[in-house]
């Protein structure tokens, strides 16, 4: 196991467009996170999963937003009706208990 | 709530001199800090952490931190700054609130390092 890999790496989408990024966490690893970085700004937490349960959304996490990890393995993050504003890095990490987390290298989502 | 303030956006050191990134925290728990770091392009990397053993934390090239309850501080030094050593640094606190386990980054500082 190489870490937590995130797909695509770069990702440019009109307006509107919906867009959907995969996170492959550590494979022993039962927490998974989802993090937004804005230019010049630290991540930004939007939401985590214990195995295949989401239990924990932040407001950031808009109802365009939507976060999956059907199997507890994989996690997708797709965005429906993408905006300008949604434009950042997608961090995806994982960790075994919360603490002691290993990121990804992040999907760059440009929104033009 | 848990919070992070990192004092300096911008930090410029010469190579070979001593590196000081300030950071000051604000939590209702005991917290567990962390220093990532962030080079362009490229993953977050942790450098050290503290999670209430030791108050001197020794992490990766040779990057250390104090965590100073009585100051609620948790400064990063290095005594001697490498030109690889130029980068992003986050200053993080983990909330241990419901025991999510997620992070709070602060805002970052960019350190510069000339030659």
């Known amino acids: 196991d190489t870490g937590v890999s995130q797909d695509p790496r770069h990702k440019i989408t009109k307006r509107g467009q919906n867009v959907t990024f995969r996170c492959d966490p550590i494979?022993?690893?039962?927490?998974l996170y989802w993090y937004r970085q804005t230019l010049g700004q630290g991540p930004e937490f939007l939401t985590y999963f214990q195995n295949e349960a989401q239990l924990e959304k932040s407001r950031l996490l808009s109802d365009r937003f939507s976060a999956e990890r059907p199997k507890g393995s994989f996690s997708t993050l797709e965005i429906q009706r993408t905006e300008q504003g949604d434009s950042a890095m997608y961090l995806c990490a994982s960790s075994p208990e919360g603490i002691g987390y290993t990121f990804g290298s992040g999907t760059r989502l440009t929104v033009v | 709530a848990q919070s992070v303030t990192q004092l300096d956006s911008h930090v410029s050191v010469s190579e070979g001199t001593p590196v000081l990134l300030r950071c000051n925290y604000s939590?209702?728990?005991?917290?567990?800090l962390f220093w990532y770091v962030q080079h362009p392009n490229k993953g977050l990397q942790l450098l050290l952490k503290?999670?209430?053993?030791?108050?001197l934390v020794k992490g990766i090239n040779g990057f250390e931190a104090e965590f100073k309850k009585s100051e609620t501080s948790f400064h990063l030094t290095k005594p001697s700054a490498h030109m690889s050593d130029a980068a992003e640094y986050f200053c993080v606190v983990s909330s241990s609130g419901g025991n999510t386990g997620k992070l709070i980054f602060g805002q970052g500082t960019t350190l510069q390092v000339k030659p």
């Open positions: 494979s022993e690893h039962n927490r």
């Open positions: 503290y999670t209430s053993a030791a108050t």
């Open positions: 939590s209702s728990y005991s917290p567990s």
